[in-house]
């Protein structure tokens, strides 16, 4: 199949599997906001701390290897396969050992078997890890989308079953636990690779030369990226931690499908080309402005409708979210101009450098979120908006030394965006304080369809270059 067709094919399975699952734990979310308390969502938030971190631990950087190497072998593919099983099986032993000590740290004693739960769901990842890594290698993301989807939305509706009869915490950690088992079992089914009693020490010592700053890097950005939930779960308050995570899901839905697809996408193929520099770095400005371009708008009309959104979509019980979630749109804007950079030195096999770069990023997040978070949950926040503009200035200085396109000239490409999505808040601003005698749910319906009338009206009547750059980019022009 010809490059530019398998990338369309491959970009548009993805974005099913992303957009399907995405969209589908939104829906399922809104329903499970009604029947389950803010408290019970902070406790599951913590629990996904301890989750995230184990997946790293059992990853441990090789399935980039896998992705990133072209001279990869079924030998390799082997090695990688037992050595997470084996790490699984560890780490999941030890999350059983940690889990009183965990439950006493947050002082609630549900947290010791909702930890052995989380730690049956690592171990049911870990058969996973290698057949989704040499899926996304071979840019074949169509069985992962009907593994994803089905797994999605058939955990989702036991998970609305559980929370309906009372179920609380159980139903959520319940929801997670069968997302996991019925995906591996699907993606086994679907997917004939099976591992050979196979191991090689030495090919796995020379892809841990390059998995294991991965796997730093990656550890460190989940450790960075969840202390807080960590510090809110221990000094302040559940429910509180359920507002803030709340703010923060939503928030993160648009810019989790496109991070997922673009990352999906880009590092495999960026990886092929990796010796030609002047298409690198093409196509790096092109996705980057065709991201800004949906980005953009999204995060400043959430800032604008937070107020009518959040009681429409989860109810009143979920007011205290709104304050956080409008500070967090302002750190989500450049969310995109961020991830380029890393899929760019990823992708060239830069990946001392990345570990290098993470360590000073997550360093600043570390010491930013200690520090605000003896101030108040919303100085994490605004600390959050000051992390996401060091990150963007510290990774584009990468990009500016290696593709020649660095921070003014990313901004340049996207300053008619900003201005433009600056418009359209002011618009929709405007809009609802005319319709102040509407019901909430009325009044944030028609902001968000006059803001998308007004933003996409002007893009086409402006010309602007953001969709003609996706389609090159599809191209691979």
Known sequence: MPVSTQTRSAILWKTAEVLGQRLGWFIIGMVLARLVAPADFGLFTLMMVFNLLAVT????????????????????????????????????????????????????????????????????????????????????????????????????????????????????????????????????????????????????????????????????????????????????????????NRATSTRQLLQSVMTTVYNSVAFPLFSRFADDRERLRENMQRSTVAMMAINLPVMMGLLVTADDLIPTLFGEQWTPSVPYMQVLCLAGMIWPMQISPLNMLKALGHSKLMFRLGLVRHSVMIVTVLVTAQISILAIAWGLVAVSVTAFLINAHYSGRMLNYGALKQLRDVLPYILLSAAMAMMVMLAGAAMSDLATGWRALTQVLAGSVFYLGAMHMLKMDASSYAKDLLRLR
Not at 93 to 106: C, D, K, R
Not at 108 to 114: A, G, I, N, R, S
Request: charged fraction near 10%.
């Open 57 to 244: 631990f059992v990853d441990s950087g090789f399935n980039s290897a896998l992705i990133q190497k072209q001279d990869i072998t079924y030998t390799d593919e082997c090695s990688v396969f037992w050595f997470n099983m084996l790490a699984g099986t560890l780490v999941a032993l030890l999350m059983v050992a940690a889990s009183p000590w965990i439950a006493s740290f947050f002082g609630h004693e549900v947290l010791k078997p909702l930890t052995w739960l989380m730690a049956a769901n690592l171990w049911i990842h870990a058969w996973t890890s290698v057949p989704s890594a040499l899926l996304s290698k071979q840019l074949n993301f169509k069985v992962q989308m009907q593994a994803g989807l089905i797994a999605t939305f058939s955990a989702g509706a036991l998970s609305i079953y559980l929370a309906w009869i009372g179920w609380g915490v159980w139903a959520l950690a319940a929801q997670l636990f069968a997302t996991t088992a019925i995906r591996a079992v699907l993606l086994w089914t679907l997917y004939r690779w099976r591992p050979a009693r196979r191991f090689s020490l030495a090919r796995m010592r020379e892809m841990f030369s390059f998995g294991s700053y991965i796997f730093f890097s990656g550890l460190l950005g989940v450790f960075s990226s969840q202390l807080h939930a960590v510090l809110i779960g221990r000094y302040y308050d559940a429910a509180v931690l359920g507002y803030f």
